[in-house]
Structure formats: C-alpha cells, structure tokens
C-alpha cells in the first residue's frame, strides 16, 4: 500500500514508474540490474537519488528517506519503499507478478519487510561503495559505518582486500 504520494517539480511528473537506488551502493546497483530484469521490460525507469539534480524531480522524498529504503514513484505520485517497491515493480510481469502477489499474504509482508530492513542497512557492508575512499559526500558514510564520515578501504583493491583478511574492513 502507498504510504505517501508525491508531487513533482514543474515538468518533471515521469512517464513511467521511477526507481529511486542508491548509486554510491554497489550491492543496489546489482539488485537494481536483478530488479529490471524481473520487471516487464521498458516499464520501469531506474534513477539514482544520490543525483542532487534526480532527487530534486520528487518534491516530499528526502536523501535520509531514500537511504532508509528504494522507492518506487509511480506518475500519479503514488510511492511504495523497501520491497513493498520490489514487488510491484515485480507485478509488472504476467507470471512473476502472480508469484510477487504472495508478498501480501499475512506474516509473509512482515518477515520480507523485516529482511529487506536488515539487509538495508547493512548494504555498503555486503558489496562496498563506489565513491571515493577519502569518504562520503556529505558525511552519509557514518550513517551506514559509524566512522565520522571517512569510507573503510575497497576491498577490491590490494590494500583493502589484506585489511579485509585480517578483520580490519
């Protein structure tokens, strides 16, 4: 169900429905690839809200909303979060979205809730960040590691994949 609708600046109201990821997010990135392909395709339009410019088109979602949770905005302004959003974008699909309808049942909506919460929260730790390792614009970096800004080293790159070894990533 859409907990909140929004409006949009002059000339922005989309075509289609909008996924709003997280860009600097490479675990979001991945599952927004996964999410487009379970989706019909051409129906949905994948935006990253770390785009200031992006996040200005939805008037009433805010940066600290949008890293809580993806958002699906529908054009009516209608938006669904976590994987409420996943599974409509999901619905758009004949078969997948017979399967997607299941979410609604009693008790399962509360435990795929619970689990997307966790997972959330925790998604710079799964897969790291694509940005720079001199931190996090705007500090979001402390949010999600508790580090006063500064991003633990990549562990794609030599340094940071020994520091990984050794517990220190």
């Given amino acids: 169900m859409a907990t909140i609708c929004v409006t949009f600046a002059p000339g922005a109201r989309p075509d289609e429905p909008v996924v709003l990821y ?27 809200f770390q785009d200031p410019d ?4 939805f008037e009433g979602l805010s940066h600290d909303r949008c890293m809580e949770a993806m958002h699906l905005v529908l054009p009516d302004g209608r938006v669904y979060r976590g994987m409420e959003a996943a599974v409509r974008a ?4 004949p078969v997948l979205g017979a399967v997607a309808w299941l979410y609604y ?5 509360q435990l795929l809730d619970a689990i997307y919460r966790a997972i959330a929260k925790r998604r710079y730790r799964l897969a790291g960040r694509r940005i720079a390792e001199e931190g996090c ?23 940071g994949a020994a520091d990984a070894r050794r517990g220190r990533g």
Avoid at 54 to 57: N, V
Avoid at 105 to 109: H, K, S, V
């Fill in 137 to 159: 614009d705007g500090g979001t970096c402390a949010v999600h590691f508790g580090d006063g800004g500064a991003a633990p080293p990549d562990r794609a790159s030599p340094a």
């Fill in 22 to 48: 997280d860009g600097h997010c490479r675990f979001c990135k991945s599952q927004m690839r996964n999410l487009l392909r379970f989706a019909r395709p051409g129906a949905l339009a994948p935006v990253d």
């Fill in 90 to 93: 999901v619905l758009t699909r």
């Fill in 54 to 57: 992006q996040l200005a088109r």
């Fill in 105 to 109: 049942l009693p008790g399962l909506r």
